[in-house]
């Protein structure tokens, strides 16, 4: 079952803040995240595999509450690089799901100037 | 990092034609690799699931004797889109996981529009 993002867009001064939040409906086992260029494959970012974890990828970072079956992505001091649409991809605890993927619907990120 | 390939990045064919699409794994083995479909501005959407040495792994509604998979080695899968219509034109990509870390390398993607 497809997780479920929020918000669908933000829009974002260089230098402002943002978070994501995905949020699944199953018990996770690992969450990743990606970002999407327009036209291009989505790159990337993170996996966050232990209730609790914290992961950092220059100001982008993340954390993954397995309890309550969500993570949540955090954009500190947005560049204009970080424009792009974000995906989590989440992996459930089913021994015959391992490595596959449901994605979220994805965030649009727009950074202005 | 790792690298993944795909060929070709675009490709324009008739109603009716075959396209097949590669997906190569460059600097590392894949026992597993995946292949998704992204229509405009929507998510990606798992077709299915590809293991070295076997059958693919089909998500439901997805026809696999439409979409035929081949799973060849360790850095090779591809993606046959038989008697291609309209409608299957779409973003085509495809990823790996390596089989010494837990990362999912994507690659570029291939364009397909069907005339």
């Known amino acids: 079952q497809q997780p479920v993002q929020s918000p669908q867009a933000v829009i974002l001064r260089e230098g402002e803040d943002a978070v994501i939040n995905c949020s699944s409906s199953k018990a996770l086992y690992s969450v990743h995240w990606y970002r999407q260029k327009h036209g291009e494959a989505p790159v990337f970012l993170m996996i966050?595999?232990?209730?609790?974890e914290q992961k950092g990828h220059d100001k982008i970072s993340a954390s993954f509450n397995e309890k309550k079956q969500q993570s949540s992505l955090y954009l500190t001091a947005s560049q204009l690089s970080y424009s792009g649409t974000y995906f989590c991809?989440?992996?459930?605890?089913?021994?015959?799901?391992?490595?596959?993927?449901?994605f979220g619907a994805g965030t649009q990120v727009v950074v202005t100037p | 990092g790792a690298v993944v390939s795909q060929h070709p990045s675009r490709v324009i064919c008739k109603s009716g034609t075959s396209v097949k699409i590669e997906c190569r794994s460059l600097?590392?083995?894949?026992?597993?690799m995946f292949w998704y479909r992204q229509f405009p501005k929507q998510s990606l959407m798992l077709m299915a699931t590809?293991?070295?040495?076997?059958?693919?792994?089909?998500e439901q509604g997805v026809e696999k004797d439409k979409f035929l998979i081949n799973h060849a080695s360790l850095t090779l899968s591809t993606l046959t889109v038989t008697s291609a219509h309209p409608e299957d034109s779409s973003f085509y990509i495809c990823?790996?996981?390596?089989?010494?870390?837990?990362?999912?390398?994507f690659g570029p993607g291939t364009r397909l529009t069907v005339t």
């Open positions: 590809s293991n070295e040495g076997s059958k693919a792994t089909y």
């Open positions: 990823s790996a996981i390596a089989r010494t870390s837990y990362e999912q390398y």
């Open positions: 600097d590392f083995q894949a026992t597993t």
């Open positions: 991809g989440t992996e459930t605890l089913t021994t015959d799901s391992w490595g596959k993927f449901q």
């Open positions: 966050l595999l232990k209730g609790g």
